[in-house]
């Protein structure tokens, strides 16, 4: 580890977050096509996001702030760990549980951060995120640890890099295809799309978690958004759909699957918050344990294939 | 469907109204003393009249009166009923309907709010429904003037009769 | 109950990401904003041409929106106000009522929508045909006929049926109490009618006091500028319904009717209480009024209403003038004439009769008896047209035969000779009065009737008012209209007829009268007297030549300054006929202001 | 309002006010019968997020605050809190008639009758209601006013800040109200 | 847990109009609610004793924002009766068409206003850019988007513009072509189903109980229950159309018959047009005179009409004067947006009570006035 990692590991942050935030500017025209209009420009994130930074803001006290910085730090530090089409820039520390434990660091950030605001929607958002967290983990985990156990690995990088030469075939998403299921399903969870998006619902309670955050904090938040999008995103990719053999494969492999996620989440309203987790523990987890049982048993999939 | 004549001297032998009419298409207006309030909307109800559409008031003021207007409705004759009694504008008070209709109950509120009549039995009549930190007598009143209090409370513009050139004063767009 | 579900239905939607949206593009919002529909309503367009300046619209407007706001540049014209609508569009809120009421028809609404700024005064605007921001654009919503919200027809009085020309009986019946509601509600209360009334009644206020059935009321009103109401209710020339802001698109108004109907409709006790309400206590200052016509009793009366004790000397037999002697019984019957002048009688006026100043006492005497004088002699005396056979005993004049017929009525006087066929000259009003009573009086003595009656004028521009026309001819009247006199043809020393020639022109190009005959379109109207209405001169002959010396007297009027007040005599006032020519209300209207004139010289003589 | 018109602000100013100006967020809160041509404006036919502004649901998000028409006494005083909410730069939009001079509303007991006495309005837009053509182009209107730094009603509100609270208090009597559970 | 008090509304994305639910909540159940109205009210029944009787035209379609047709014509209604007036045979088709177009634009608008609670956008886009469409209608016909003041006393304001026919065909039949991908994105959900289904129950007794009309009373009791049919007016007696009922009434039952009742307006708005006289006049005076001094005879008289909530009604009062004597508002919501909310959203969750304010068809205006 030397100052080019750091070096690396800043232009990483740098490049994702260009590269996903104007992916999410195109997203939002995807929706808008869906919708029956145009939508807004393709820049429009990054307008909001600057926008957003340039606000006031207003602090409901030292929790609510420090908040903010801690999860932003743990995406942060989390995103560069992400293997990206082999390149890491910090090699070998890619390993799935790495990437959880800091994933976990931010969503607590976040999480004391929202409560901190003494709001009583964002208390409700903030219970409403971990039970949505609660309910798609399980069935993503069960899902990966099938994985890393029939892989033999943790690494994410590693996972990635086995799924590759084969073409479509070589995917787990193939090779495991109710896992592939619930991996979807439980991206769509994990970012909080529709239908899974009962903890940041406008309707319901007042967009959550983020009913007090305004300004800088707010701008804060968005960042915070794009790269955790990131993470969960890739996460999924490398894991689930070969990550990328180069660059430009894996951002137009990421650009589909991303925008999948959107279109579904288009023509979708959401799931209440117990509904979503019956749904999880019902419908993925019930997928994930058939697929867990047999990949551990029979090995289809993995030592079975071609 | 009872025709509505039947309908009429049905419910003058019942009631034994002081004034009954017909002011619309299938409507009745009928007038009764205010006691007889309670009674007639019992047995109006027992007679299909089933809705109450609107309880409301009219402030009588010359007659130093306010007049109470209950009007049901039977889905099945399709006949509207105008029940209305006077009480003293001095003393306005009344019983709650709500052991009858349950629904009267926030339109005896609002009635209490706007003209000032208590409905006794009615628990939350006290408490402000519409209005917020009200600070003048109840506004439908007729001696309630409402220009001269938004006058008081709210300033207008007053604009000056000067047009840049005669005509087309803005100076955007 | 379709209450299936399908996890692949919704997934249908995705089509959507290929075709074309549906949403407007931004040029169509932003370089060219798109057009409203034709009935759009917009921001205000308003005529200024056409605009009365009545404000209708402010009257009608629901929220207050539209102010009246006065625009000196504009200019005079008779039945338009100089003011014009501002429109606060803080406060407007479209409903266009505004133009479904426009008695001018001048304001519509623009398919404009946009107007925008940080300035909350710039939405108050004062728009013309251009629109509130002076650019142009299509009109949107328009008034059509099912949107109309005036009532623009008159309600129909009941005339008498066609043999009302065999008695003297009032014609026109008046309204009823339900017609007299429905005529009065049709009044826009602008007030144009009040400006142009020389005597400025509060038109829109007695009205407004019929429409609320509140008689007395009325009373009060009409009593407040005018003391002849009943008289002015039947033969006023009503100047008011000419400009009537109803009459640009519809009729005008029965304003002269309604008043009628007022000071018909009123109880006695009411009336005389309503009227005598203006008359105060006597104060010290006597005035002299000479003349008993419409000027002078109105002078005498509002004399009275501000303290003054006031004498009235009349040559003839009774007070009134020419509303005791000029107007047909047809038309003005005795009551109505008596009503008024018992008013004023009641309110303490003194009537010295069958004295005639000139003859019977002097202008100097009455001057040192009096603290001031008003005269209001009017025009008494027939004009001559002195075309050949003009000094026939059989050419009869209008003033002297109406008042005769009056007094015959009266059973004062004979019937006047008459004969089978005669004929009038002259396209006034006063000429139908003459030719109507004339029928009457044939009527009554042969049982047949011959009238012809020969003026200048075509049909289309008579004087005389429209009624008369339609009336006179209704009754039998010969109109010979667009010719002129020429000779009265006298055989045997009688008159067998007048000759009559087709005019070309009345008025030369200096639009002077000189008017010119085609000489060869003339025939002769059959008639064995000729009655001459062509118009009525003044006397002066109580004018001392001193004092004639002293005035200027031009085409019969004598020229006074502010008030009725001679330069020279500041003693002496006139009013009526003798100033402003002949009108009943311009002489009520003169009078009025020559009592106001005459307190203040008195007044400022006491200081 | 007598707004000072000069442009002085530094170039980092100018930067932020382009971001202002192309990302507005407004406060969705109905608070007049002129938000029912909002939906329009929001939706597909008008498609308002063309102009980069979209619907908030805190007023801690939103930078711009749309009075849609009438307010009522109760009304404003949670207009006012909201106000207060939001974040600066923060813009106020009157809709229609009722926010310049009471509308159709004017003598009514329950309704203000201008806006700009206690709340800093920036921009009105004509209509009652103003069609969604007139609100998108009010609000492209607003975006150009906040890039050439015009729209500082949020700062005459900073530094009038007593004179609109006195306002606030002649009219209201109570601007915040503590129980508002009515129990 | 302990208590806490939330606010649904009066600024809440799920609260549709400016209106206020208390809410005290354990975890996600609501345990006690209380309405507050009054955000909206304005005095109109005071404003409108202050107004003319044709002045009152511009300040009546005010009091229901989504549907201001129903206040027109019930406002019409009710001055008719008083004044004893015969509108002209083609005024009654004209109204209708009015009438049904605003109850087309309304259940297409709340068809797609479930997108907001339950948070399916596309549904509220799509729904409302179906609905402006009916709106460009209106304002060829009357030159206004939102507020026509079209129905007068007396009749309508204008004839019908040249064309107008033709293009209200167009759109009823582009509508037709759309609305059953409306269904496919609404109605057919699974997750809409999860949400709706069995949920927010409107049982028959707390229809008689409350006083609730509309689609409210006629998914729960069966009953045909429609004025237009109990009790018609205009000329709603010589069309033909049914009255969609049924005998459960949960959220998704409630949104199905909104569905049928579309195409029921639309097969009625093709009627209309059929049977419409071509000629003769669309109105006649309240009274002699202009409108600044229209009177109406002294008399009390309750109009109503049903609009898509229910049973809309005005009690006008007039002394025989130029302004009402007094003017009373039934708000078709007034049942269940007040002593509904109080008494029937508790027990349910947080995520569902903007659904409840949505499906029970609480309209915020017409509460408040």
């Not at chain 3, 020419?322 to 047909?328: D, K």
């Not at chain 3, 202008?363 to 004009?383: I, K, N, Q």
């Not at chain 5, 049904?100 to 339950?118: D, K, N, Q, W």
Request: net charge negative; proline share 5%.
């Amino acid at each position: 580890m030397n100052a080019m990692n750091f070096v690396y590991g800043f232009l990483v942050l740098v490049a994702v977050f260009i590269f996903q935030t104007t992916l999410t500017g195109i997203n939002r025209k995807v929706t808008a096509r869906l919708q029956k209009r145009y939508g807004a420009r393709w820049y429009q994130q990054f307008l909001d996001i600057f926008k957003a930074m340039r606000k006031d803001s207003t602090s409901h006290g030292w929790v609510f702030d420090f908040g903010v910085i801690m999860a932003l730090g743990g995406i942060m530090a989390t995103v560069i760990f992400i293997p990206v089409a082999g390149f890491e820039a910090f090699p070998g520390l890619d390993n799935v549980f790495v990437i959880s434990y800091l994933l976990a660091v931010g969503m607590l950030g976040m999480a004391m951060s929202a409560a901190g605001s003494g709001n009583p929607w964002a208390s409700i958002g903030v219970a409403r995120a971990l039970t949505n967290m609660l309910a798609y983990d399980i069935p993503l985990m069960i899902v990966i640890f099938t994985m890393i156990f029939a892989f033999d690995s943790a690494s994410v990088g590693e996972l990635a890099a086995m799924q590759q030469g084969m073409g479509v075939l070589g995917w787990n998403a193939v090779r495991m295809p109710l896992g592939g299921i619930v991996a979807v399903i439980a991206l769509l969870g994990m970012l909080g799309k529709k239908p899974f998006d009962s903890f940041i619902a406008p309707a319901e309670i007042a967009s959550g978690p983020m009913v007090e955050y305004g300004g800088k904090h707010l701008g804060f938040m968005f960042i915070l958004h794009e790269f955790m999008t990131f993470i969960e995103v890739s996460l999924i990719l490398n894991l689930f759909f070969g990550g990328g053999a180069t660059i430009w494969e894996y951002m137009l492999k990421y650009a589909v699957l991303y925008t999948f996620t959107t279109i579904i989440s288009g023509v979708m309203p959401r799931f209440k918050i117990d509904q979503a987790v019956k749904y999880f523990y019902r419908v993925p987890l019930a997928m994930a344990v058939v697929q867990g049982l047999v990949v551990i048993f029979t090995g289809l999939g993995v030592k079975i294939w071609f | 469907m009872n025709s509505m004549n039947s309908m009429i001297s049905d419910i003058k032998a019942a009631l034994s109204p002081l004034e009954t009419s017909e002011p619309a298409f299938r409507q009745i207006a009928a007038v009764v003393k205010p006691d007889g309030i309670h009674g007639a909307l019992a047995y109006l109800k027992n007679k299909g009249f089933t809705q109450l559409c609107i309880l409301t008031c009219i402030d009588w003021i010359e007659d130093s009166q306010f007049e109470l207007v209950y009007i049901l409705f039977s889905w099945t004759d399709g006949i509207h009923i105008q029940l209305r009694a006077r009480i003293d504008r001095e003393k306005p008070f009344f019983t709650t309907v709500t052991d009858i209709f349950p629904g009267a109950r926030y339109y005896e509120r609002e009635v209490h709010e706007f003209f000032g009549v208590e409905f006794c039995g009615n628990e939350d009549l006290y408490k402000p429904l519409f209005l917020e930190l009200w600070d003048d007598i109840p506004p439908l009143r007729k001696d309630f003037d409402p220009q001269a209090y938004s006058d008081s409370k709210f300033p207008m513009r007053e604009n000056a009769n000067e047009f840049l050139s005669m005509t087309g004063g803005g100076d955007d767009e | 109950m379709n209450k299936q579900k399908s996890i692949f239905s919704p997934v249908k939607a995705w089509k959507y990401l290929l075709r074309k949206p549906v949403t407007v593009l931004k040029k169509d919002i932003f370089d060219n904003p798109r057009e409203s529909s034709p009935r759009y309503r917009g921001f205000h367009q308003n005529d200024w041409d056409k605009c009365l300046g009545c404000g209708t619209c402010s009257r009608i407007c629901p929220t207050n929106a539209i102010t009246m706001v006065q625009v000196d540049t504009l200019e005079d014209k008779e039945g338009y106000k100089k003011e014009r609508p501002a429109f606060d569009y803080g406060r407007c809120s479209f409903c266009a009522l505004c133009v479904d009421i426009c008695p001018s028809d001048s304001l519509n609404m623009s398919r404009e929508y946009l107007h925008l700024s940080k300035q909350a005064e710039s939405f108050y605007f004062l728009p013309d045909s251009r629109g509130i921001h002076g650019d142009t654009r299509d009109r949107g919503y328009v008034r059509d006929d099912d949107s109309e919200l005036l009532d623009l027809n008159r309600y129909e009085m009941e005339l008498e049926p066609v043999d009302r020309k065999k008695s003297f009986i009032e014609i026109v019946r008046g309204f009823s109490l339900e017609k007299a509601l429905a005529e009065s509600a049709r009044c826009v209360e602008c007030g144009i009618c009040t400006e142009a009334c020389p005597a400025h009644m509060n038109i829109p206020e007695y009205i407004k006091s019929v429409w609320e059935d509140d008689m007395k009321g009325a009373v009060g009103y009409l009593y407040k500028t005018n003391p002849l109401a009943n008289v002015c209710g039947r033969i006023c020339t009503h100047k008011c319904e000419g400009v009537c802001a109803l009459g640009k698109r519809g009729e005008a108004i029965s304003i002269r009717w309604l008043k009628r109907f007022i000071v018909d409709n009123t109880p006695m006790d009411d009336y005389e209480e309503a009227a005598l309400s203006y008359v105060t206590e006597k104060v010290d200052g006597k005035v002299a009024v000479v003349g008993s016509g419409p000027s002078g009793l109105s002078c005498a009366y509002y004399l009275r209403t501000l303290g003054y004790e006031v004498d009235v000397y009349e040559e003839k037999a009774l007070p009134g003038g020419v509303i005791r002697y000029g107007g047909p019984e047809y038309r003005l019957p005795e009551e109505s004439v008596l009503k008024d002048i018992g008013i004023i009688e009641k309110s303490g006026v003194h009537f010295i009769t069958g004295t005639k100043v000139g003859r019977d006492v002097s202008l100097e005497e009455l001057r040192d008896r009096y603290d001031a004088v008003f005269l209001g002699t009017g025009f008494s005396l027939s004009r001559q047209l002195r075309i050949p056979g003009y000094e026939h005993s059989d050419v009869k004049y209008a003033i002297p035969f109406l008042g005769q017929t009056r007094d015959y009525l009266r059973g004062l006087a004979d019937m006047p000779d008459i004969m089978e066929k005669v004929v009038v000259i002259g396209g006034g009003n006063v000429a139908f009065d003459v030719g109507r009573t004339l029928i009457r009086l044939q009527q009554r003595k042969y049982g047949t009737d011959h009238v012809s009656i020969a003026a200048l004028e075509h049909r289309g521009i008579l004087p005389c008012d429209k009624e008369e026309l339609e009336e006179g001819g209704e009754e039998g009247l010969k109109g010979h209209f667009g010719y002129g006199p020429d000779e009265i043809i006298i055989t045997d020393g009688k008159i067998i007829g007048l000759r009559v020639k087709k005019v070309i022109s009345i008025f030369d190009a200096d639009r002077k009268f000189n008017p010119s005959y085609d000489e060869s379109d003339s025939f002769v109207i059959e008639a064995g007297q000729v009655y001459i209405a062509t118009g009525q001169m003044p006397e002066y002959e109580y004018f001392s030549e001193e004092m004639k010396s002293m005035i200027t007297i031009e085409r019969g009027q004598v020229k006074v300054g502010a008030h009725g007040q001679f330069e020279n005599f500041p003693w002496l006032f006139a009013g009526g006929d003798i100033v402003q020519g002949p009108d009943i209300i311009t002489g009520v209207a003169n009078g009025h202001d020559a009592a106001d004139g005459i307190d203040e010289y008195l007044r400022s003589r006491k200081k | 309002m007598v707004l000072d018109e000069k442009d002085n602000r530094s170039p980092w100013e100018k930067i932020g006010d382009y971001f202002s100006a192309n990302s507005v967020w407004m406060k969705w809160y109905c608070t007049g019968c002129g938000a029912i041509e909002m939906p329009p404006t929001m939706t597909s036919r008008f498609d308002m997020e063309r102009l980069g502004m979209g619907p908030m649901a805190t007023p801690r998000q939103a930078d711009v605050l749309l009075i849609t028409g009438y307010l009522s006494t109760k009304t404003l005083r949670r207009v006012i809190y909201s106000y207060e909410q939001m974040n600066s730069p923060r813009y106020v939009v009157g809709f229609g008639s009722c926010t310049v001079n009471g509308g159709i509303y004017y003598d009514s007991y329950a309704t203000i009758n201008r806006l700009d006495m206690y709340l800093p309005v920036d921009l009105y837009i004509a209509g009652c209601m103003p069609r969604p053509e007139a609100i998108m182009n009010g609000f492209a209107k607003l975006i150009d006013m906040i890039k050439k730094g015009e729209a500082r009603g949020w700062r005459h509100y900073q530094e009038n800040y007593e004179w609109y609270k006195k306002n606030q208090l002649d009219s209201l009597g109570e601007v915040i109200i503590k129980d508002e559970f009515h129990e | 847990m302990n208590e806490v008090k939330l606010f649904l509304g009066p600024q809440h994305p799920g609260m549709h109009g400016n209106y206020s639910v208390h809410m005290y909540v354990d975890g996600d159940i609501i345990n006690k609610s209380r309405p507050t109205p009054g955000f909206l009210h304005r005095g109109f029944e005071k404003l409108m004793e202050r107004r003319l009787w044709m002045g009152n035209l511009a300040l009546i379609p005010r009091i229901c924002v989504p549907e201001p047709d129903i206040n027109e014509m019930v406002y019409a209604m009710g001055v008719e009766a008083l004044a004893g007036i015969d509108v002209p045979e083609k005024a009654h088709w004209i109204r209708m068409l009015v009438l049904e177009l605003a109850r087309i634009a309304v259940h297409t608008m709340s068809l797609g206003f479930i997108g907001g609670p339950t948070g399916m956008y596309t549904a509220t886009y799509w729904a409302i850019a179906q609905r402006d469409l009916i709106l460009d209608l209106f304002e060829e016909l009357s030159g206004a988007r939102i507020y026509h003041m079209y129905i007068i006393p007396g009749g309508v304001r204008k004839d019908l513009p040249d064309g107008f026919a033709g293009h209200v065909l167009e759109k009823m039949a582009e509508l037709e072509t759309k609305l059953p991908e409306f269904g496919e994105l609404i109605l057919k959900h699974p997750v809409i189903h999860a949400r709706a289904k069995d949920n927010i129950m409107l049982p028959a007794e707390v229809v008689w109980e409350l006083g609730v009309t509309g689609v409210g009373m006629r998914s729960a009791t069966g009953l045909a229950n429609d004025l237009r049919k109990v009790k018609p007016y205009a000329r709603y007696d010589e069309v033909e159309f049914e009255v969609p009922v049924a005998v459960y009434s949960d959220a998704l039952t409630r949104l199905n018959l909104k569905f049928r009742e579309i195409y029921q307006s639309i097969s009625i708005v093709r009627q209309v047009l059929e049977k419409m006289p071509a000629d003769g006049p669309v109105n006649v005076p309240v009274s002699p005179g202009n409108a600044l001094r229209w009177t109406v005879p002294a008399g009390m008289v309750y109009a109503a009409v049903e609009s898509s909530r229910g049973e809309y009604g005005y009690f006008i009062v007039s002394d025989g004067r130029e302004k009402p004597y007094r003017i009373a508002v039934r708000g078709a919501s007034y049942p269940q947006g007040l002593l509904g909310i109080e008494k029937y959203l508790k027990g349910y969750r947080i995520d569902d009570a903007s659904l409840w304010m949505d499906t029970m068809g609480v309209c915020s205006p017409e509460i408040d006035r």
